[in-house]
């Protein structure tokens, strides 16, 4: 079955701290996409990455980085230099690839991330 | 602009309501998503719509309907709820690869 842990259910931070989101994944599948979402209080999903199981290697895109490592079934977020507006829950989600129109989420509970002035 | 909407936002009604939630989208998606956000749960996917047509339906109970006339429009008709179907509702739009979600109606049945 597949699942997804964020074992970090709060992490609260000083303003330009560094901060890692953990994320643990299982799935008897060789094919599938991670994903990150931010929730923010507003309450939409904010779609942040997807990553293909075949690719491994870490991206960055601003202050956001990724760190992909599938012997240990992990896809961890780092934010560098916090802001304030980076507090938000900020949910892990595992798909199949179903090769087809849709696809099925499976998402953590969630890591809610306070950021502190 | 997230190219999903959903209305209303906020929603209270009594046990013994019919309501309907509504979303759009304008991101050209062949596939629409409800998904119920309970408070310390993960997110549940409640029905999957390809091409206007139901393909996944998690055991939702009937007291929930949903309704997808066509590619841009979901909806998610309401009756007879329980105090415990209190939530926010997630509208997503996507392709086989990704979604894209609204910013959800928060529910609340008394």
């Known amino acids: 079955a597949q699942k997804v842990t964020q074992a970090q259910t709060e992490i609260s931070v000083v303003e330009k701290e560094d901060v890692t989101l953990d994320c643990v994944y299982e799935t008897r599948d060789t094919t599938y996409y991670l994903f990150w979402y931010k929730q923010p209080p507003s309450g939409e999903l904010v779609f942040l990455i997807r990553r293909n199981s075949f690719d491994e290697q870490n991206e960055i895109s601003g202050r956001y980085s990724w760190n992909f490592q599938k012997s240990t079934s992990s896809f961890n977020f780092t934010i560098t230099a916090s802001q304030v507006v980076d507090s938000a829950v900020y949910f892990c989600a595992l798909s199949e690839n179903s090769g087809g129109a849709t696809n099925k989420l499976i998402f953590g509970t969630g890591t809610l991330l306070a950021v502190q002035p | ?110």
């Open chain 2, 1 to 110: 602009e997230t190219g999903v909407t959903q209305t209303p936002r906020h929603l209270v009604m009594g046990m013994t309501n019919k309501k309907s939630l509504k979303c759009e989208q304008h991101l050209g998606h062949n596939a629409m998503y409800w998904y119920k956000q309970s408070a310390k749960k993960p997110l549940e996917l409640m029905f999957v719509y390809s091409l206007e047509e139901r393909v996944e339906n998690n055991s939702v109970p009937s007291r929930f309907s949903p309704e997808c006339p066509n590619s841009s429009h979901l909806f998610l008709h309401l009756h007879t709820l329980q105090p415990e179907d209190s939530a926010l509702y997630l509208c997503a739009s996507g392709t086989g690869d990704e979604q894209f979600f609204g910013p959800g109606t928060r529910l609340t049945v008394l």
